[in-house]
C-alpha cells in the first residue's frame, strides 16, 4: 500500500468515485506510485521509468493509476516528467519544519499566553460555570486557531482555505511518510476539530489525530465510505436511515431539554448521546456547552487581532521563509507554495496548542484507548 499516510484538508470531497481522493487512494498501485515519486526530486521519473520501477504493475492497471491520481491533480508533468502535486513531508522535512516553529514559537510563548488575557476575562464573564482553561482550549485551539485564524492569514494573504479541483470537488491533499517521526507528530499535534453541525450548532470534539474518535463527525465520516467497525457499527443499527443533519438536529434538542430541566424519555438520539459520553448514564450533561458562543466569538477574535494578531503574522512570515530556505522534499516538485502555507499552519497552531496545553494555559485533553486525546463540548447559537 506505499509508505505514505494520506490526509486532506476537506471543504467538499462530492461523491465516493473516481474523483474523490478517498476513493482514489484506496485503488492498486496508487500509494505505491505516490510513494515512489516522493522518495526522488521531482521530475525525477517519466511515466516509462516510473513503470519500469513497480515491476509487478501491468500497464492497464498503471494507466488507470495514473488517470485517477490526475483526476485528482495529485500528479503534474513537466514535458514527459512527472512530480506530486500536494505538499508532502518525509522524516527529514518534519524534523527541519518542527525545529524551526518550535524555536520561534518558545521565543513568543510567554507573549502570546499574555496575549490571550482578555480572551480569559471574556470566557468567566460569560461562562462562569465552566473552566476556564477547558473553555480557553475549546474557543481558541478550535474556532480561533483551526477557524477564525484561517480567514484572518487568508486576509493577509499568507494562505488560502478553497483548493478548487476536477469535477467541482475542493479540497487539498497532504501526505506524510510513514516514518516513525512523522508518525509521532500526528499523533501527537493538537490540530484536529471535529464538528457535526446543524445550522449553527454542533457536536464538537477537539484534539489530536489518534485513532477514531467516538464522536458523530467520525461515525458520519465512517458511514459515508462504508468502513464502520465496533461501536460505530452498534450505532449505526439505530442511525443507518436517518439523515447526518436530523441526527444531529435531534441529539442537540435532547441537550437543550435537558439543560431545560425536561424529563426526556428514552429514544435511540439520548441512547447515543450516552454512547458517545456526551451525556451520563443519569441524564446529566457531561461537557461543557456554550450557548451564545457566536457573539462571545465575535467578542474573542476582535481581542485575538488586538493583542496578538501582528506577532502572530510577523511571526509565521519568518517561519515560512525559514522553511522555504530549508530545502523540504516536496519543494522540488514544484507545489502550489499556498497549500504549503496551509499545512505549514496546521503543524504552527497544533504545536503552540501543544505548548499552551504543557505551560497549562489551556486544560489538558483526556486519553481515551483508540480515540487519541480529546475533549468534547456544545456549541449552541442560543438556548
Not at 317 to 337: A, F, G, M, P, R
Not at 340 to 366: M, Q
Amino acid at each position: 500500500m506505499g509508505d505514505i499516510n494520506i490526509f486532506y484538508f476537506d471543504n467538499d470531497l462530492g461523491a465516493f468515485d473516481e474523483y474523490n481522493p478517498r476513493f482514489v487512494m484506496e485503488q492498486k498501485f496508487v500509494k505505491q506510485i505516490i510513494s515512489v515519486l516522493s522518495k526522488k526530486p521531482g521530475e525525477f521519473y517519466t511515466k516509462k521509468t516510473l513503470q519500469r520501477k513497480l515491476e509487478v504493475c501491468s500497464n492497464d492497471d498503471f494507466a488507470y493509476a495514473i488517470e485517477l491520481l490526475s483526476n485528482i491533480s495529485a500528479i503534474s508533468f513537466v514535458n514527459d516528467k512527472i512530480n506530486l502535486n500536494f505538499p508532502f513531508f518525509l522524516a527529514s522535512d518534519v524534523k527541519k519544519i518542527k525545529q524551526i516553529i518550535i524555536e520561534h514559537l518558545k521565543k513568543n510563548l510567554d507573549i502570546i499566553a499574555t496575549g490571550l488575557n482578555e480572551t480569559k476575562e471574556i470566557l468567566k464573564i460569560h461562562y462562569p460555570n465552566i473552566d476556564t482553561k477547558v473553555a480557553l482550549y475549546h474557543f481558541v485551539c478550535g474556532k480561533i486557531f483551526d477557524g477564525f485564524m484561517f480567514d484572518y492569514l487568508e486576509e493577509n494573504q499568507l494562505l488560502k482555505q478553497s483548493f478548487l479541483q476536477q469535477n467541482g470537488r475542493d479540497y487539498m491533499i497532504i501526505g506524510y511518510s510513514k516514518e516513525h517521526l512523522c508518525k509521532v507528530i500526528n499523533k501527537k499535534l493538537l490540530c484536529s476539530f471535529n464538528n457535526a453541525r446543524y445550522k449553527k450548532d454542533s457536536l464538537t470534539s477537539f484534539g489530536n489525530a489518534t485513532g477514531n474518535r467516538l464522536d458523530y463527525f467520525r461515525y458520519f465520516k465512517l458511514r459515508q465510505i462504508n468502513k464502520l467497525y465496533g461501536k460505530f457499527k452498534k450505532i449505526d443499527r439505530d442511525f443507518h436511515d436517518i439523515p447526518e443533519e436530523e441526527i444531529v438536529f435531534n441529539s442537540l434538542n435532547v441537550i437543550k431539554n435537558i439543560m431545560n430541566g425536561q424529563v426526556v424519555k428514552d429514544n435511540i438520539f439520548l441512547k447515543h448521546l450516552k454512547t458517545m459520553r456526551y451525556i451520563t448514564k443519569n441524564h446529566c450533561l457531561n461537557v461543557p456547552v456554550f450557548v451564545g458562543f457566536y457573539d462571545v466569538l465575535q467578542q474573542i477574535q476582535g481581542s485575538i487581532v488586538q493583542n496578538l494578531g501582528e506577532i502572530i503574522i510577523e511571526d509565521f512570515k519568518n517561519v515560512y521563509e525559514q522553511i522555504i530556505n530549508s530545502n523540504i522534499s516536496c519543494l522540488t516538485h514544484k507545489i502550489d507554495k499556498a497549500q504549503l502555507l496551509n499545512e505549514i499552519w496546521h503543524l504552527y497552531f497544533g504545536l503552540l496548542n501543544n505548548l499552551l496545553v504543557k505551560n497549562k494555559t489551556f486544560a489538558r485533553p483526556k486519553k481515551f484507548k483508540g480515540e487519541g486525546a480529546y475533549l468534547k463540548c456544545v456549541y449552541l447559537f442560543d438556548a
